[in-house]
């Protein structure tokens, strides 16, 4: 776009402008201009632009020549940005910038490639195959992370760990366990990933501005060329139709959760006050002013970029809530969130995989954190196998529990005789119930943190991932 002082050459490739006098306000300009946001849209544009072309001869608007003509251009024009052609000041976009090269390369014919299309049509098309794409490659990042975790998890398979509750501790678990927890979150993400590549797996194109193509195009053509699952059913939707972009945005920002809530974990098992972790080098960094410091700074700013990533869903939420039906240019905000958010995690996945990958565990320290008194639920568990209600169990545990503390023990410091006054039913065998390998040994339920159960998990994790 520019401004009535422009040269011809450079306003002759505008896609609209004929109904005015005169050109647009500088002002108007730098708001409306995109290309800084949409350029990454180009190997896309020209894509469909190929496959319009192709059907413009099916609908005998371009001769067989005239494509070729305009297809070898379209090749060239790939080829220059390829090489590192950039926008100049009257790009409008990317779709203006593709026109005007295209010009260049192919003549006056080019000016017949935009018969029975408009940018409505066009940039819902391009933005949905780049989502595509882009849902590709996140779910290979995320993969490659719980790859990771697999692997880490078998590392710290029979060392035993506190779980935590409201973070405090609560009973012990096998650290795969733990760490396997962090598995089947991701594996949740991938599905939403795979429901928004369904969602953005729709062609709209051929749906013109908003009224659909005046010329007789082959849309399942154009749909089979460029591998699209199935065509817009109305015009008028899928030119305003967003609605991908939400569910990707969505499906990001559940990713970026997950990352954060393992971050935070592995934050914290890395303080001082925990020594689970010890962080790799290659994914540490120092203070400026402490030498005996190492940060997690990949962590930290995982734990952060999941609160930008909702920031980038919220913004589109609340621009598609307001809006009427069909193409409004506030879609035009669409692909800032959307490349932010995917920018944000294809940077992020890789550094927590890589965090993840060289952290080595203090089996010592997990094994140390395990008290007697996170057996307490065992206890009350031994007394209901002996038909003792829960609700009595519950409360004779609670009792002895309230004497360690108050003697400053573990359950292990009180004599037999106070499990005695607890309940009648405690016998000598209940001091076993104090161990944390037979806790873990009465949890072979699926799903549970029993040996075998664990083992089972992990098969079936690397099941997903043909790992």
Sequence with gaps: MSDGSVDGEANAHKLWGGRFAGGPHPALDAVNRSIGVDFRLWPFDIRLSKAWAAALVKASVLTPDECRRIVTGLDAVANRISAGEKPIATDEDVHTMIDRLLHAE?????????????????????????????????????????????????????VIMPAYTHLQRAQPVSGAHWMLSHFWPLERDRARFVAAGRAANVLPLGSGAIAGSAFAVDRSSIQAELGFAALSANSIDAVGDRDFV?????????????????????????????????????????????????????????????????????????????????????????????????????LLLPAVAGSLETLTFNATRMRHAVTSTMMATDLADYLVRKHVTFRDAHGAVGSLVRQAEEQGVELTGLPFSAFQQAHPQFERDVLEELSAEKSIAHREIAGGTGAHAVRAQLEAAKRTLSF
Aim: charged share 25%; glycine share 8%; net charge negative.
């Design 106 to 158: 192919s003549g006056d014919v080019a000016s017949r490639l935009h018969t029975g299309r408009s940018r409505n049509d066009q940039v819902a098309t391009a933005t949905r195959l780049w989502t595509i794409d882009a849902i590709a490659r996140i779910d290979g990042l995320v993969q490659t992370l719980q790859r990771a975790i697999i692997t880490q998890a078998e590392s710290i398979e029979s």
């Design 246 to 346: 939400a569910d990707t945005l969505f499906a990001l920002t559940m990713l970026g959760a997950h990352l954060s809530r393992l971050a935070e974990d592995l934050i914290l098992f890395g303080s001082s006050e925990f020594g689970f972790v010890r962080y790799g080098d290659a994914f540490s960094t120092g203070s400026s002013m402490m030498p005996q410091k190492r940060n997690p700074d990949a962590l930290e700013l995982a734990r952060g970029s999941g609160a930008r990533v909702l920031g980038d869903l919220v913004a589109l939420l609340a621009t598609i809530k307001g809006l009427p039906s069909g193409y409004n240019k506030d879609l035009q905000e669409d692909k800032r969130s959307l490349f932010d958010a995917v920018d944000a995690m294809v």
